[in-house]
Each structure stands twice: as structure tokens, then as C-alpha cells.
């Protein structure tokens, strides 16, 4: 409030409109002749904050409400999204004769020869490295992979955004399917490591599926944020 205004005619903005403060207390019975009498400029300023808070509350409340509806929708409209994650897929690869497996076929000559190298420079068995780095270069370029996805999520999506009506968080769990798609498809590198060298993880390697479901929920929880 500018010091040569007096507090009862300060004017503020909320909801892209501008009010006054005693307009926005005759909202709850409060009227300007109470506001200039006794309480004085304080007693304005006082009411005026507990109003703010309260609409600042609902607002909130109702952010939350909508979110929780958008989360709710997207999840109903899983069909969607799948759809739209294999579609972008089949388009990347769509002039490659092998399809989707070409993403499967280079990470394995990757791994592959990076395992080999690697193994001879660190003078250790390649049955003993290559499984453990075949698992952490899938894992990570599944982590690396939606986080450099996320922050420009809406930005490549605006078209859709603006031409049809859909729901933003379909466009977040679209990306999330396309990356697990990838990942599935990495995935079989490690399985045919595991049975060239004969390795059996047993029992052990189904905890991996409880975990990689938390760090997915939590993937879309930062997605939420940084998109």
C-alpha cells in the first residue's frame, strides 16, 4: 500500500481484477463506515489479511481437488496415452526395417563393446563386469531419459494443448509410457547376458519390481513439478 493512499481506498489485485479492500470486506458484512470509525487503519489491514487467507485457503483446496480429478481422468484414459506413447515410437523408428528393436540392438553393441574395453583396462572377467554394467547403463538411460524429457514436457506438446482439449496430465503419463516402453525394450539386453554367462539372480531379482514401480510413482511426482 503506498504511503500517500489512504488504507480504506488501496487498492489491490486479485482474481486479474482490481478491487478495493473495503470492497473486499463488504464481501463478509464488513462495510467502509465500520472500517473508518474506531478500529482504525490497523483493525483494516488486520480484517483485510484474514480475508486474503481465507480465499487463499480455498483456493488451494480447490487446486488440490483438480488435481486429484486430473490424476483420477488419466488414469481412466490409460488407452489414450498407451496408444500415443507406441505411436511416437513406431514414428521415430518408422524407416528402420527392424522397428523399435533398433533402440534394443544399439544399447547392446554399446554395452557390449564398452564391457569388453572396460574389463580389459580394469583387468577383471567380462562374465563378472559386463552383467553389472549391461544393468546400470539400462537403468540409468531410463532415469536420464525422463528427466531430460520433463522439463520441456508441455513445450513440445503445446499443440495439443491448444488445438484439442486434453487433459495435461495425459501428456505426462504419455511420456512416463514411452520411456518404460524403452526400457522394456533394454531390458531383454540384460536378460540375454544373464543367460549367455548362466547367471541365476534367483529369488532376489523380483525385488527389483516393487522398487522400479516407487521409483516410477516418484518419477511422476518430479515430472509433476518440473514440467
Known amino acids: 500500500i503506498r ?3 489512504s488504507i480504506c481506498a ?16 463488504a464481501t463478509d458484512g464488513i462495510q467502509r463506515s465500520e472500517l473508518v470509525g474506531s478500529p482504525g487503519p490497523f483493525a483494516c489491514v488486520t480484517l483485510f489479511f484474514r480475508k486474503v487467507q481465507r480465499l487463499s485457503v480455498r483456493k488451494v483446496n480447490s487446486m ?4 486429484i480429478l486430473d490424476f483420477s481422468a488419466a488414469l481412466a484414459a490409460y488407452e489414450l496415452w498407451l496408444y500415443l506413447a507406441w505411436q511416437d515410437i513406431r514414428l521415430r523408428y518408422r524407416r528402420s526395417k ?6 534394443t540392438l544399439s544399447m547392446a553393441i554399446f554395452c557390449v563393446a564398452l564391457g569388453i574395453v572396460y ?25 536420464s531419459g525422463m528427466l531430460s524429457e520433463f522439463p520441456t514436457l508441455y513445450i513440445e506438446n503445446a499443440a495439443y494443448l491448444k488445438d484439442t482439449h ?19 525394450h533394454n531390458a531383454l539386453i540384460i536378460i540375454g547376458i544373464y543367460i549367455y554367462f548362466d547367471i541365476q539372480p534367483g529369488l532376489v531379482a523380483f ?8 521409483v516410477l510413482s516418484n518419477f511422476i511426482a518430479i515430472g509433476v513439478s518440473l514440467s
Not at 488440490?64 to 488435481?67: D, E, F, I, L
Not at 527392424?98 to 533402440?103: H, T, V
Not at 583387468?123 to 563386469?129: G, I, K, N
Not at 525385488?207 to 516407487?214: D, E, N, Q, S
Open 98 to 103: 527392424i522397428g523399435p528393436l533398433w533402440i
Open 119 to 143: 574389463s580389459k583396462i580394469l583387468q577383471t572377467s567380462v562374465a563378472d563386469y559386463l552383467p553389472f554394467l549391461a544393468v546400470g547403463f539400462v537403468v540409468w538411460g531410463f532415469l
Open 166 to 184: 486434453i487433459n495435461p496430465i495425459t501428456i505426462l503419463f504419455r511420456a512416463t509410457a514411452r520411456n518404460v516402453f524403452i526400457f522394456a
Open 10 to 25: 488501496a487498492r489491490v489485485r486479485l482474481r486479474n481484477r482490481e478491487i478495493s479492500i473495503c470492497e473486499l470486506l
Open 64 to 67: 488440490k481437488k483438480n488435481r
Open 3 to 5: 504511503r500517500n493512499v
Open 207 to 214: 525385488v527389483a519390481i516393487p522398487g522400479l514401480l516407487l
